[in-house]
C-alpha cells in the first residue's frame, strides 16, 4: 500500500469498543515489533468519573476491604473535583497479569489512544520487567489474594465487631511505611496455601496459648529486668531475630496480645505494603518509561498515517502538560516532575546512543554512540530503581537543558550556599544530590525492634537511627506510639540515636495499661 492509501484509524473525537480494538492492535503492533517491549495480557476497562474518585480512594487496587479512610479520601476528591479544584487522572494501571488499565469514559479517542499507549504498554512493560517488581511482588497472585483479604477482614468485622476490625487496620495502616521487608524476598502463596496458613495458625494458637497471664497484674519491683550477661542478651535478640525493621512483622509474630485474626489482618496490611514498596522506589523510572513509550507510539502512528493531524495535536497538547516542569520560582512548583524527568532522561540517552557529543562520549563511553538506543532503555528499565538510573544516566546536557544546580542548607547559617554549579565537580555533586533525594533509606525514617522484656513487664524496645539530625515530627511520632500500643498492649520505648556518634538524643514512652 502506498502511504496515499492509508487511512486514519479515526477522523472523530468519539469513542467505541471496536475503534478503541482496532487502535490497540496497532499500537501493540509497534510496541512488539519496533520497541521490542515484553507485556502481561492486557485487560481494559473503561469507567466513570465516580468509578475513578472510587479508585483513587481504595489505593487504585480494584479489589479492597474496607476502611473509613477509604471514604474519607473519596469525599474529599470529590469535593475537589465537582468544585473544578482538581482533575482526575486519564487513567489507572494495576500491577497484575492480566495488568488491568482503567480509562476514563468521558475522554475522547485520542486521548484514548494515547493512554492505552501510555499504561497498557509503557506501565504493562515496566510491571513485568523491572527487577524489583520481580523480586518483590506477584503480579499472578495479587488480585487473588486482594480477594482473599477483602473476604477475609468483612468475616473479621461479623465475627468479632467492626470496631474493633477498625482499631487493628487504623494501627497497621499507621506503621504501613514501616511494615516492609527491604532486604529480604517474601514468599508468594496461592489463596489455597493463605487458608491453608490461616487455619493452621488457628489450630496452632489454639492448642498452645494461655490467656491467664495476660490478665495477672505485674510487681513494678519484678518487673524491672534483671541485669544480665551479654551472652543472655544476644540469646534472647537471636531467639527474636531482632534487630527487626519489619515492625508489622514483629507485631504479627510476637504481640503478646494479638489474637489469630487481627495477626492475619497485620499480615494482610504489610502484604499490601509490600507491593507498593517497589512503585515508591521507582517513579521517576515507571512514569518516564511510560510516557517515552506513549511518545514514541504516538509518533509512530502520526507518520504512518494512522492518526490525523487534529488528534496528533491533542496528544502533544496532553503529552506537554504532563511533562511540564515549573521553574523554582514559579508559584507552581512543587518539586522535580517525575514525568518531567523521567522522559527527559530517556530522550537523552537515545540522543547519547544515536547522536553523542564528545562530552557523552566522555561520561558514558558504554552507551554513546552505540546506536542500539533500544537495547539500552531495555536494559536500564529492568535493572534500576530511581536512585541507580539517576546516578548512572543523568548527564551534563540534560542537567544544562533542565538547569539543575545545589544547594547546601546549614540549619546553623542564615544563609544558602550554592554548592554545585555547571563544571566537571559540580555536575557529580548534582547527580549525587539529586540521586540521594530518591533514597528511601534517606526519606523514611529508619526504626527497628531491639530489645523486647518478654520475662518482666514486656516493654518493647525502638531505635530510630537519626540521619542528618532529622527528627520525627513529635506529634505524629506520638499518635503512631499509641497504634503501636494497640498491637503491642505494654509499654514501648522509642529512643532516637545518631546515626554518626551513637549517642542518644531523644526517647519517648507509653504507660503500661490494664485497662
Known sequence: ????????????????????????????????????????????????????????????????????????????????????????????????????????????????????????????????????????????????????????????????????????????????????????????????????????????????????????????????????????????????????ENLLYFLEKNSPILQTWEREVLRIVRNIAQYFYPQKQTKVMNEGCATFVHYTIMNRLYDKGLITEGAMLEILHSHTSVVFQPEFDDPRYNGINPYALGFNMMMDIKRMCMEPTDEDREWFPDIAGNGKWRDTLLDAWANYRDESFILQYLSPHLMRKMRFFAIFDDSKKSNLEISAIHNNAGYRAVRNGLAESYNLSLQEPDIQVIDVNMRGNRTLYLRHRVKNGVLLYEKQRDEVLKHLKVLWGYEIVLKGEDQQTGEDIYMATTKTSFD
Not at 184 to 197: C, D, V, W
Open 1 to 244: 500500500m502506498t502511504k496515499q492509501d492509508i487511512k486514519p484509524l479515526f477522523t472523530r473525537s468519539e469513542w467505541t469498543f471496536d475503534l478503541m480494538s482496532t487502535v490497540y492492535e496497532a499500537i501493540e503492533d509497534i510496541a512488539e515489533n519496533e520497541l521490542h517491549l515484553n507485556t502481561y495480557p492486557n485487560q481494559i476497562e473503561i469507567i466513570s468519573s465516580e468509578q475513578m474518585l472510587d479508585a483513587y480512594s481504595s489505593i487504585g487496587l480494584p479489589l479492597m476491604y474496607k476502611h473509613w479512610s477509604f471514604g474519607k479520601r473519596f469525599a474529599r476528591d470529590e469535593h475537589s473535583y465537582r468544585r473544578g479544584y482538581a482533575g482526575l487522572a486519564y487513567e489507572i494501571v494495576i500491577n497484575s497479569s492480566p495488568c488491568i488499565s482503567y480509562n476514563m469514559e468521558d475522554s475522547s479517542m485520542a486521548m484514548q489512544t494515547l493512554v492505552m499507549a501510555h499504561a497498557a504498554f509503557g506501565h504493562n512493560h515496566f510491571f513485568k520487567n523491572n527487577y524489583l517488581f520481580q523480586q518483590w511482588t506477584d503480579a499472578e497472585g495479587i488480585l487473588e489474594y486482594l480477594s482473599f483479604a477483602r473476604d477475609y477482614i468483612s468475616k473479621c468485622e461479623e465475627r468479632h465487631g467492626r470496631e474493633r476490625v477498625e482499631e487493628v487496620l487504623d494501627a497497621a495502616h499507621a506503621l504501613m511505611d514501616q511494615g516492609v521487608f527491604r532486604y529480604r524476598r517474601p514468599p508468594k502463596l496461592s489463596k489455597e496455601a493463605l487458608h491453608k496458613k490461616v487455619k493452621e495458625r488457628e489450630e496452632y494458637e489454639e492448642h498452645t496459648y494461655n490467656d491467664l497471664w495476660r490478665t495477672v497484674p505485674i510487681n513494678e519491683e519484678e518487673a524491672e529486668e534483671p541485669s544480665e550477661s551479654d551472652i543472655e542478651k544476644k540469646k534472647r535478640r537471636d531467639m527474636f531475630k531482632l534487630p527487626e
